[in-house]
């Protein structure tokens, strides 16, 4: 049985590793902005970090490579795969369209078509079973090894609040590189750096429950995929409709910022008092077929 000391050593050798390359960007900035070549030899190292410094992790301290819950695990969790699907897909569709709908420009949505959305559902489906597999990068990392390292130390609240604040502060180099580029001014950094945090500790949490749901790291991944895609795919369906250029300025404030944090947290809180209920329930009832 693995200690809690054991857990701690291996958790702090991996975050170790990680944040080392996350020095790489700035180290190499010159480079970067310098070679196309060198940026995505940097970025494809920075974006798989998280992977590589599990493996040296194994490695180092002769913890092996077993329970990398590098298996689908389909039977009996097709639905937590649909979930992972859908969620996101569902989370930024009512935040693009909501606040147009609020705003009462809904002729501003053209481009929201059955066929167009159909059709956006079903290349989604297509790329994420095979696009998403890039993610296992960064999944294999954070869910696939530093959450079941968090959990004994931390409990599942902990990891899911730690684990969400490592995850975000892991991305903070490719955030500030518009404003290290003069493009953008600090205070705006800072907001969006914020918000993002508060984004991925919610969504770390709902990757986090897939994972221990599944016992796989792919629901993990195909969520991780719709969280970054569905919304470049709205976008391009929104603007479809001719938005005029000052139409942010007429839609509901704020709105978009936390809708997909309010149907995460209340899609995840649904869940875990099934869970919950079921769990309290007598054995021959959970049982029953």
């Known amino acids: 049985m693995t200690t809690k000391k054991e857990n701690a050593k291996r958790l702090g ?16 900035r010159s480079l970067i902005n310098e070679s196309n070549t060198a940026y995505f030899i940097i970025y494809y190292l920075f974006s798989f970090s998280p992977a590589i410094a599990s493996l040296i992790t194994r490695a180092v301290t002769g913890e092996g ?33 909501l606040p147009v709908v ?24 297509a790329l994420s079973a095979v696009q998403s597999i890039g993610l296992l990068g960064e999944e294999l990392g954070w869910r696939g090894y530093m959450n079941q390292k968090m959990e004994p130390l931390f409990g599942t609240a902990g990891t899911c609040l730690l ?7 892991w991305h903070l180099p490719m955030d500030m590189a518009v404003y290290n580029d003069g493009e953008g001014a600090l205070p705006d950094l800072l907001m969006m750096c914020g918000g993002r945090m508060v984004m991925l500790t919610c969504f770390g949490t709902f990757l986090l429950w897939l994972t221990k749901k599944t016992d796989s790291i792919f629901p993990a991944v195909i969520g991780h995929y719709m969280f970054n895609e569905s919304q470049r795919t709205l976008a391009d369906l929104l603007w479809q409709g001719n938005i005029p ?11 978009s910022d936390f809708l997909p944090m309010i149907i995460i947290a209340a ?3 649904a869940l875990l008092l099934r869970d919950s209920k079921k769990a309290a329930e007598p054995s021959f009832i959970r049982n029953r077929p």
């Open 245 to 255: 250029e000052n139409a942010a300025s007429d839609a509901v404030a704020g709105v």
């Open 65 to 97: 490579y077993r329970d990398m819950k590098l298996h689908l695990n389909l039977r009996g969790n097709f639905r937590w795969y649909l979930l992972a699907f859908g969620l996101p897909l569902i989370c930024f569709t009512a935040a693009f369209i």
């Open 102 to 125: 609020f705003s009462g420009h809904t002729e501003w949505l053209g481009g929201f078509t059955f066929r167009n959305v159909l059709s956006c559902i079903f290349t989604l489906a």
């Open 163 to 169: 684990g969400g604040i490592v995850w975000s502060l």
């Open 13 to 28: 050798i991996y975050l170790l590793i990680v944040f080392l390359f996350i020095s790489l960007p700035f180290i190499f």
């Open 267 to 269: 899609v995840f809180i």
